[in-house]
């Protein structure tokens, strides 16, 4: 599976972007996918994530600004990121973990960089 993540640049505080992850592979629509970022000298935290049926979960911190959703017939998931704060400046990774057999495997997007100036 690979994941390419598009869509970061810069923004003003208030201001919005919309984040996309392409996935490779025939079986998207039962993949849980999810969006991580990576502040500096922070760690890599979750952002929000999807189940296969749609069911969502936000951090705290995203909650109410941010929206994840996907389209299964463009292997694609989304990110809107809207009223952005500074603190929200980080890479920003797509990610999904894909069981086989008895064991779960983790792929990861490139990454793209979101700025955000106040």
């Known amino acids: 599976v690979q994941l390419q993540a598009s869509g970061g640049g810069l923004a003003q505080a208030g201001g919005y972007l919309r984040l996309s992850c392409v996935a490779s592979?025939?079986?998207?629509?039962?993949?849980?996918m999810g969006w991580y970022r990576q502040a500096p000298g922070k760690q890599r935290e979750l952002v929000a994530d999807?189940?296969?049926?749609?069911?969502?979960n936000y951090a705290d911190s995203v909650k109410g600004r941010f929206t994840i959703s996907r389209d299964n017939a463009k292997n694609t998931v989304y990110l809107q990121m809207n009223s952005l704060k500074p603190e929200d400046t980080a890479v920003y990774y797509c990610?999904?973990?894909?069981?086989?057999?008895?064991?779960?495997?983790?792929?990861w997007g490139q990454g793209t960089l979101v700025t955000v100036s106040s």
């Open positions: 990610h999904t973990l894909i069981p086989i057999g008895v064991y779960e495997y983790d792929y």
């Open positions: 592979g025939s079986t998207f629509s039962s993949y849980y």
């Open positions: 999807i189940s296969s049926g749609g069911s969502t």
